[in-house]
C-alpha cells in the first residue's frame, strides 16, 4: 500500500461538489456564517472554475420568472413544471425556487455575465422562462465569487467525496481522496450539503469508438449525490424519472435555441413534421397531452414513432428557419444584415456550450443556413435540475404548504434530505424540475441558509468512530494495492483475473442498462422480466466491484465513480420496476405496461436503502396540489 496522508478536516458545514448548487450555497453561507462565526467547507472533485454541467459556459439562462416585470407568476411556473413532468412535481419546492430566482439572475449580472438586452431595457428572451447570455465563461464568474466569499483557505479541489460518515442516524462529515496527492481526507462536520450533479454513463451512451465518452450531461457527475444521500440512509424520490434530452447528434448541441428562439421544425426524412402528423398520438396521455408546450418526453415520444417507423433521420430545418426569419426584414441590405446576424448566433449558441458539436459541423461542411443539422434523443441521464426529477426528498419550506401538504412535505428545514443533517440541492434534489442553472444556485442559497440554522440549532459536536473511518480508507485504497500486487501476473494489464479494471467495470454497467434497463438500443423500452434480469446481473457486478483494481489515483477516482454509477443504476432499476405503469413515454416505455394509470399512479414513487439491513424499501408518497 503506498503511504497516504490522513488529513483531518473539522467544519460547521460541510458543502459536497463545486458545481453550480455548491455555488450558491457558498456565497449565501459565506455571509450568514461570518455573522454567527461559522465555519463553511467546500470540495470540489475538480477545479470549482471550470466543473460540472457548466464547465464549457451554457447560452442561455433557463429559468428566470419575471415577477417584477409582471410577465409572469410563481403559480404559473409551478403550472409549467407540474405539466412538464405529467403531473409529478413538489409544488413548494419547486415555487420555493421560482419566487427567488429572478435575484439570483440580477446577481449574476452584476458580477459581469453578459445577458442578451433587447434595447428596450429589457432582456432578450430565448423562450417564456429562458434568457439568451454570452455564457462562455459563466462558470467562470459564479466560481469566482463564491471562491472570494468563502476565502480559498476554505476550498478543497480535486478532492473525491466517496463516503458519509455517520454519528448514528446523523451526518457526521465525509470522507474522500486528493486525485493529485497520497492524501486521505476526513471531514468531520455538523451538516453536509449534498450539491455533486447528476450521473451520466449509467448507460451506454451513443458515442462508442473514436467518440467514447461523449455525452450532452458532463463526465464529471458520476452518481456521487445519489450514493452518497442512499448510503446515509436518505429516502429518494422520482428516481425513475431519467432525462433524455433531444440534441444535435454526435456532439450532442443544445435545441432550444432553435425551437424557441429561431422558431424551427424539426422533421423526419420526408419533410413531415412529426408534432403534427403524430398529434394523435397526444390524446394517450390524458391531460398531458392537451397542454402547451408539450411536455418534453412526449415531444421526445412524437419523434421517436417515427424513428421507430424507419422515416428517420431526423432533421432540424435551420436553413429554413433563418430564411423565415430574415426574409421579415424587407430592405435588402439589412436583409443580409440580419441574416449575417443569425449566422453568427446560430453557432454563438454551440461555441458558448458545447464546442465540440461547432467543431462538429465545421468538420462535415455544415453551414446552418444551407442545409439542415440530424437532431436525435440522446442515452438516459440523471438530472433532476432539467427535465428530468431524480434526487433525494427533502423537506420544502414552511411558508408554501397547505394543510394538506405540511404532513408530508415539511420536517423542519428547508432542503434537509429524512437524515438529519443532510440537505440537497440542484441535481440532488428530486422532484422540482427545471430549476436549471439559476434554479440550482438559488436552491444552494436556500438550502444553505436552513443548514446554518440547523448547526446554530444543533451545535453538539458529532462523534466520529475513528475505527470505523480508518476501515473505510482501507476500502477505498484497496483498489491500488490489488493492482499493485498483482499486475505482474499476466503480460497485459488489461488481462488478469485478480481484479477488474474500471473501465471494464463501467462497459459492464453500460451494457446491462442499455440491454434491460431501456437504452438507446431497445428503444428506451423495458419490462417487469427486462428489469429484473438486470438487478440479477446488476447483482453480480456489485460483488466483482469488490475487485476493482487500480494503477493510479486517478484510476482510483474511475473505480469509485463507477461504484457510484452502479447504485444509481439499481436504484433506477428498482423504481421503474416498482412504477406499473408508463407515465413518460419518451424517456422510457414499460411494453408490459404501457399505458399511464392516474388512479394508481398519480404519485411520487420513493426508495431507500436500509443502511442497517441492506433492504431496499419502496413507497408511494401522495401529490399534493398548492397552486392553481
Ligand atoms: O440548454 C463532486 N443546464 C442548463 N441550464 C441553464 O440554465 N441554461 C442552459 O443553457 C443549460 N443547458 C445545459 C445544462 C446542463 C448541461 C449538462 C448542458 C447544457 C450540457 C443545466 C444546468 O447546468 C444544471 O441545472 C446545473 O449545473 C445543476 O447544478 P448542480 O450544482 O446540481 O450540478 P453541477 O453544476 O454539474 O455541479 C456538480 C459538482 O459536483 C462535483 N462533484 N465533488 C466532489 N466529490 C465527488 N464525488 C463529486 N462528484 C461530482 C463536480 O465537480 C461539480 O463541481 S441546456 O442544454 O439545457
Ligand atoms: P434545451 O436546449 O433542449 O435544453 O432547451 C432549453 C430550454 O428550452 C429548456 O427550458 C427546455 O425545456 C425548453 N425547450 C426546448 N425545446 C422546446 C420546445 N420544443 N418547446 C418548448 N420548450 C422547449
Not at 435545441?255 to 423526419?268: C, E, I, M, P
Not at 408530508?408 to 440537505?423: C, L, R, S
Not at 444509481?568 to 407515465?583: F, G, I, P, W
Request: charged share 25%; proline share 4%; with cysteine.
Amino acid at each position: 500500500m503506498p503511504n497516504f496522508e490522513t488529513v483531518e478536516v473539522q467544519t460547521d458545514l460541510l458543502i459536497c461538489g463545486g458545481g453550480m448548487a455548491a455555488c450558491g450555497a457558498a456565497v449565501e453561507a459565506a455571509h450568514w456564517a461570518r455573522k454567527h462565526g461559522l465555519k463553511v467547507t467546500v470540495v470540489d472533485k475538480a477545479a470549482m472554475d471550470r466543473s460540472g454541467a457548466v464547465a464549457m459556459g451554457l447560452s442561455a439562462i433557463n429559468q428566470y420568472v419575471g415577477l417584477k416585470d409582471g410577465q409572469n407568476t410563481m403559480q404559473d411556473y409551478v403550472a409549467y413544471v407540474r405539466n412538464d413532468l405529467m403531473g409529478i412535481t413538489r409544488e413548494d419546492l419547486v415555487a420555493s425556487i421560482a419566487r427567488h430566482v429572478d435575484g439570483t439572475v440580477h446577481l449574476f449580472e452584476k458580477w459581469g455575465l453578459p445577458i442578451w438586452q433587447d434595447g428596450e431595457g429589457g432582456y432578450v428572451h430565448e423562450g417564456r422562462w429562458q434568457l439568451m447570455i454570452n455564457g462562455e465563461s459563466y462558470k467562470v464568474l459564479v466560481a469566482e465569487t463564491a471562491k472570494n466569499a468563502l476565502g480559498i483557505d476554505n476550498i478543497y479541489e480535486r478532492v473525491f467525496i466517496t463516503e458519509p460518515i455517520m454519528d448514528g442516524d446523523k451526518i457526521a462529515g465525509a470522507v474522500g481522496f486528493s486525485i493529485r496527492e497520497n492524501k486521505f481526507y476526513v471531514f468531520r462536520a455538523k451538516a453536509v450539503m449534498v450539491a455533486m450533479g447528476g450521473a451520466v454513463h449509467v448507460f451506454k451512451p451513443r458515442s462508442v469508438g473514436e467518440g467514447l465518452g461523449r455525452s450532452w450531461y458532463p463526465p464529471f457527475n458520476s452518481g456521487a449525490s445519489t450514493y452518497f444521500s442512499l448510503r446515509a440512509g436518505c429516502e429518494m424520490t422520482c428516481q425513475e424519472v431519467r432525462f433524455i434530452p433531444v440534441r444535435f447528434k454526435d456532439a450532442y448541441g443544445p435545441v432550444g435555441a432553435w425551437f424557441l428562439l429561431f422558431k424551427s421544425r424539426a422533421t423526419n426524412a420526408l419533410g413531415e413534421n412529426y408534432m403534427q402528423t403524430n398529434a394523435e398520438e397526444l390524446q394517450k396521455w390524458g391531460e398531458y397531452g392537451k397542454v402547451k408546450p408539450v411536455p418534453a418526453n412526449l415531444r421526445n415520444w412524437l419523434m421517436m414513432l417515427d424513428v421507430m417507423d424507419g422515416k428517420g433521420p431526423i432533421y432540424m430545418q435551420t436553413a429554413e428557419a433563418i430564411k423565415n426569419i430574415s426574409e421579415a426584414t424587407e430592405d435588402p441590405k439589412e436583409r443580409k444584415k440580419k441574416l449575417k446576424e443569425l449566422e453568427a448566433e446560430a453557432w454563438e449558441d454551440f461555441l458558448d456550450m458545447t464546442i465540440s458539436q461547432a467543431l462538429l459541423w465545421a468538420s462535415t461542411n455544415t453551414a446552418p443556413e444551407e442545409k439542415p443539422s440530424e437532431i436525435a434523443a440522446c442515452e438516459p441521464y440523471f438530472i433532476g435540475s432539467h427535465s428530468g426529477a431524480s434526487g433525494a426528498w427533502v423537506s420544502g419550506p414552511a411558508d408554501l404548504q397547505n394543510d394538506a401538504s405540511k404532513n408530508d412535505y415539511f420536517w423542519g428545514y428547508a432542503n434537509m434530505a429524512t437524515v438529519p443533517g443532510i440537505f440537497c440541492v440542484g441535481d440532488a434534489s428530486g422532484a422540482s424540475s427545471h430549476k436549471f442553472s439559476s434554479g440550482s444556485f438559488t436552491e444552494g442559497r436556500i438550502a444553505a441558509q436552513a443548514a446554518l440554522k440547523y448547526v446554530i440549532e444543533h451545535p453538539e459536536e458529532p462523534q466520529v468512530d475513528m475505527a470505523a473511518v480508518k476501515a473505510m480508507e482501507e476500502k477505498i485504497l484497496a483498489p491500488l494495492d490489488l493492482f499493485e500486487q498483482h499486475k505482474n501476473a499476466s503480460t497485459d494489464p488489461d488481462i488478469n483475473p485478480n481484479y477488474l479494471r474500471p473501465k471494464m467495470a463501467m462497459f459492464r454497467l453500460q451494457k446491462i442498462m442499455d440491454e434491460y434497463a431501456g437504452g438507446v438500443s431497445t428503444n428506451f423500452t423495458t419490462s417487469k422480466e427486462n428489469l429484473e434480469k438486470a438487478l440479477e446481473l446488476l447483482a453480480m457486478l456489485r460483488e466483482d466491484l469488490e475487485h476493482l483494481g487500480a494503477e493510479d489515483l486517478h484510476e482510483l477516482l474511475r473505480c469509485w465513480e463507477n461504484v457510484h454509477r452502479t447504485w444509481q443504476a439499481e436504484v433506477h432499476v428498482r423504481t421503474m420496476l416498482y412504477r406499473e405503469e408508463t407515465r413518460w413515454p419518451g424517456y422510457y416505455f414499460r411494453s408490459d405496461c404501457p399505458t399511464m394509470n392516474e388512479e394508481e399512479w398519480k404519485v411520487f414513487v420513493n426508495s431507500r436503502w436500509n443502511p442497517g439491513t441492506g433492504e431496499w424499501e419502496m413507497s408511494k408518497k401522495p401529490i399534493h396540489r398548492i397552486f392553481e
